[in-house]
């Protein structure tokens, strides 16, 4: 289970080197062990059916709250732990059961598909302002999904494109909780919370035919959302709806210009799109990892785990598995049954997932026919994150 290679690959995933190229790493990973130990401890795993294992499992959760603060102690009085760690991303139930129901109820399949119209608009409109050299990230792959989320959630046009630069800020502790990133995250956290309290307060008073106004109507058997939870939710959605949407769109048209016959692919055909984003989000996902703790003793990949153990799912890895997906490491926008691992699974199954789904089958073909010699106008310049993967800016020519 532990080997001094392993260690040295886990080591390099750490580095910016390693994060430019992470799946050669999972590659020699999945082939030294199923399941390898960290320097901290961690139990790390790698093959696709161990991901799936990890997401379902019911015996394995997020921490408790008194094993936070062995993580970081004073948790609570951090802003951006306190909104991560007391959201529906990192809660166990039956708080979270709780809190799911409530919001499934407000962002429903029929809200998400009446948005169709709306984004093809906006796909449009975004595409008729893209001319000569331009940074895709900064033209396209952020301004569409922070629209479509915060139209959805009612969230006031000229106020969505600081929120950027906030959320990044704020999702720094997804990958390390130093005090030099708190210094960072914890103001961008409280910004974004203060903000949120007075656009949800505005909704008490005039209800309007968004999200949050549904968030602060939502009652279940008798049970509301606390102000607390409200913030917390719609910050939670409000984040995740576009910061990985916008990292799904930018690795997608990475993949698509390193890989030309299969950008051809779905030029030539559309109806490709549901197939090719599936593929694109296996090829290369915007979440690579996520991390359970087990509640009682198990066994996983053949190995037994103690209760109270960390096991991290490395998704980027169990989507490039060889006995899972052939051929794993090559683009085929064609590929049958290619379900990605990208999205998690079981009860924290990702509640934005088809919209996202939706946004990138609009986006990608509109953009690769619109500009039928798309390609690269500079170096992608890659966000420093292994958990996050995307770009910061992706130049980009479309004359």
Known sequence: MESAEASILLDELT??????DPYSRYRQLREISPLVRADDGA???????????????PRLGHMPPHMLEFVSPNWENHPALRH?????????PPDHTRLRRLVSSSFTARRVQALQPRITEMVDDLLDRMTGDVDFVEAFAFPLPVNVIGELLGIPEPDRAQFQGLVRDWTLVLETMTSDVLKIADPAAATIREYLAGLTAERRRKPADDMISALVAAEEDGEKLSEDELLTMAALLFAAGFETTTNLLANSVVALLRNPDQLA????????????????????????????????????????VSGGERIVAYLGAGNRDPERFPDPD???????????LSFGGGIHYCLGAP????????????????????????DPGRRDSLAIRGYTTLPVSVS
Request: proline share 7%; charged share 25%; net charge negative.
């Open 15 to 20: 580095r910016v080197t390693g994060r430019e």
């Open 43 to 57: 139990l790390v795993v790698t093959r696709h059916a161990d991901c799936v294992a990890v997401t379902r499992d």
């Open 84 to 92: 991560l760690f007391t959201s529906i991303l990192t809660i166990n």
């Open 265 to 304: 692919l779905l030029r030539d055909d559309p109806g490709l799109a549901p197939s090719a984003v599936e593929e694109l989000l296996r090829y290369d996902t915007p979440v690579q990892l996520l991390a359970r703790v087990a509640w009682d003793d198990i066994e996983l990949a053949g190995v037994p």
């Open 330 to 340: 090559h683009l085929d926008l064609t590929r049958q049954d290619n379900a990605p």
């Open 355 to 378: 919209l996202a789904r939706l946004e990138a089958q609009i986006a990608l073909p509109a953009l690769v026919n619109r500009f039928p010699k798309l390609d690269f106008a500079g």
